[in-house]
């Protein structure tokens, strides 16, 4: 096998216009790294990042690894993967001393390219309860240090939540043809009792929430909601102590920030108060909607008591003048809407009286919120028997 794959490797050399079949050539390559795991792989073709000469260097390695790593262990990708980015980044800071600038950015995109393999890995993985522990601690440095890697990192965590989650109800479609038979053969593992182990270990961690909730409040941008959905995810599968604790320290964040904020147009409606040294108002309207949505995406780890608090600091924030302000409130509402069970039931009175009496103050930016909130309502009642309310209502 190892003649084998050195062959296979000296193909890669041929200038690209003799290989008409490289798509063939990386998909041989995928099937063999599939059969025998990205160890074994990289030990019959390595990838050299540590040679002086990056002309050894085999990057082009990285795109099959990425494309077909599958029922992996995370502990090769805390020991192999992740040493050869500490070594990297050793090089990249060092090439940056001696002004090497260029050289070091071109270091800098490698390791980007293999914290890109974090997803692959965390794709079915064998050993997520026994490894999980051990990567967490590297994981929430790196969210905390390098927000460029938020995406990916969020991207493996989201993939490793869900696939469990499905695997625990036992919805897998064990006899689905197209599967290719590495993914097939990795999720045979994934019985209910081993994808809940998985999620126990996962849930255990209540640094992960705590630390993902910081760094959504401290970023500039969530890019594509990825700090969102993880967080929503963590907290389904978490103590509820834990979601509990992080929901109640935000809130009372959220009162700070919004008795500023009303202390601010305060000042503004009065002439005779000096309004200088006062916050900025914009900033201020920002935390208070990061701080409403954090508590949103903890929903899903809330009791009954918890969410009738979110519900009550959301509804004055559904009239307020600020468009981003009612945009975040219909948001919040409707995922409360979706999430808990039984809320509809025991405030139906109340919403429909809200949802009426915001009707005229309804920011244009609001309205697609408004309509998912609206949708949630009419199913309800039309469940219920209760159809003529919202006929007469709206």
Request: hydrophobic residues 40%.
């Amino acid at each position: 096998m190892a003649g084998v794959m050195r062959n296979l490797a000296d193909i890669q050399s041929y200038p690209a216009d003799e290989i008409s079949y490289k798509k063939q050539f990386h998909e041989c390559l995928g099937s063999a790294l599939a059969a025998m795991g990205p160890e074994k792989f990289l030990c019959l073709l390595p990838l050299n990042l540590d040679a002086e000469d990056v002309t050894d260097w085999n990057v082009w390695v990285l795109p099959i690894l990425k494309q077909y790593t599958v029922g992996a262990e995370l502990h090769f990708f805390s020991q192999y993967i992740l040493d050869m980015v500490s070594l990297l980044k050793q090089k990249s800071l060092k090439l940056e001393r001696d002004g090497r600038i260029f050289s070091a950015r071109n270091i800098e995109g490698l390791i980007y390219s293999l914290w890109s393999l974090f997803p692959s890995f965390c794709n079915y993985p064998v050993d997520a309860n026994t490894s999980f522990k051990e990567i967490q601690y590297i994981l929430c440095n790196t969210l905390r240090q390098e927000s460029e890697l938020h995406g990916i990192i969020c991207s493996g965590l989201q993939i490793l939540i869900q696939q469990n989650k499905s695997a625990s109800q036992e919805r897998f479609a064990m006899s689905d043809e197209e599967l290719s038979f590495p993914v097939r053969k990795a999720k045979e593992i994934y019985t209910a009792n081993f994808a809940r182990e998985n999620l126990n270990i996962l849930g255990s961690s209540s640094k992960f929430l705590s630390v993902l909730s910081e760094v959504f409040l401290e970023a500039p941008n969530d890019s594509g909601g990825c700090l969102q959905s993880t967080i929503h995810l963590f907290a389904s599968i978490s103590d509820r102590a834990t979601v509990k604790k992080i929901f109640r320290k935000n809130m009372i964040e959220l009162l700070k920030v919004t008795k500023k904020v009303i202390k601010l147009k305060e000042s503004k409606e009065s002439s005779s108060m000096q309004v200088d040294n006062l916050p900025d108002e914009a900033s201020l309207t920002r935390a208070r909607a990061l701080r409403l949505e954090l508590a949103a995406m903890l929903v899903s780890g809330l009791d009954e008591e918890e969410i009738d608090l979110l519900f009550s600091a959301t509804k004055p924030a559904l009239q307020d003048e600020e468009g981003l302000m009612q945009k975040k409130a219909y948001k919040i509402l409707s995922i409360i809407l979706k999430e808990s069970n039984g809320f509809l039931s025991n405030k139906l009175d109340e919403l429909l009286q809200l949802i009426i009496t915001a009707t005229a103050s309804c920011h244009f930016s609001a309205k697609r919120h408004r309509l998912d909130c609206l949708y949630y309502v009419i199913v309800h009642i039309s469940k219920v028997g209760l159809l003529f309310k919202v006929l007469l209502g709206f």
